[in-house]
């Protein structure tokens, strides 16, 4: 069982910045695409981002697309989230996701999960 780890989250004013990190032990992690979620109280889980297996295309939900940035280093094992221009409406718990064989969009195609770290904007 693969137990992926987030970090990064925290309170941030409206406009500001965070960086989320999820790091995934293990010599695989090459071979997933990896992925970022949301979920905010009393919704749904949410698609945020996610980054395939080399060469790492990416893709983004419109809601975060110009403002949010997904990366992967294959070295460290670790897949973050850049958060910028940040709203209120983006405050959730943030997930870490990963998989071998993902939609995109769809939770139920990821096979790892993290714990989640909370993001907080205020306005």
């Known amino acids: 069982q693969v137990q992926l780890g987030e970090s990064g989250g925290g309170l941030v004013q409206a406009g500001g910045s965070l960086r989320l990190s999820c790091t995934v032990p293990?010599?695989?992690?090459?071979?997933?695409?990896m992925g970022w979620f949301r979920q905010a109280p009393g919704k749904e889980r949410e698609f945020v981002a996610v980054?395939?297996?080399?060469?790492?295309?990416?893709y983004y939900a419109d809601s975060v697309e110009g403002r949010f940035t997904i990366s992967r280093d294959n070295d460290r094992n670790t897949v973050n989230l850049q958060m910028n221009s940040l709203k209120p409406e983006d405050t959730a718990v943030y997930y870490c996701?990963?998989?071998?064989?993902?939609?995109?969009?769809?939770?139920?195609?990821?096979?790892?999960w993290g714990q989640g770290t909370q993001v907080t904007v205020s306005s």
């Open positions: 293990g010599r695989t992690f090459s071979n997933y695409a």
């Open positions: 996701a990963g998989g071998v064989a993902v939609v995109a969009d769809n939770p139920r195609t990821y096979d790892y």
């Open positions: 980054i395939r297996r080399n060469p790492g295309s990416v």
